[in-house]
């Protein structure tokens, strides 16, 4: 990760959230103020939260799909 390259070439896609942890780690660390700034890193690099609220949407789909409420197909395009 400290290359900054992506797989493909160019700056990957968390670098910005790693050269914002390693300036907030820099001298004297302070860890209140750098922890938010790690979990948005660490957040980018496997995207837990992301899954983990796309995961209760579609529970909450099936959920009112099997009490047939109609659910839609989400907003129109």
């Known amino acids: ?6 797989a493909f070439g160019g700056v990957g896609r968390c670098y910005k959230f790693w050269v914002k942890l ?4 820099a001298d004297p660390p302070d860890i209140k103020l750098c922890k938010p ?8 690099l ?20 099997a009490n047939g409420e109609d659910v839609g197909k989400g907003p129109p395009h």
Do not use: P, V
Request: with cysteine; proline share 0%; net charge negative.
């Open 22 to 25: 390693k300036e907030c780690m």
């Open 37 to 44: 700034i790690g979990e948005d890193y660490i957040e980018c």
């Open 46 to 65: 496997h995207h837990r939260k992301e899954f983990t609220r796309l995961n209760q949407i579609e529970e909450q789909r099936r959920h009112l799909e």
């Open 1 to 6: 990760m400290a290359s900054g390259y992506g």
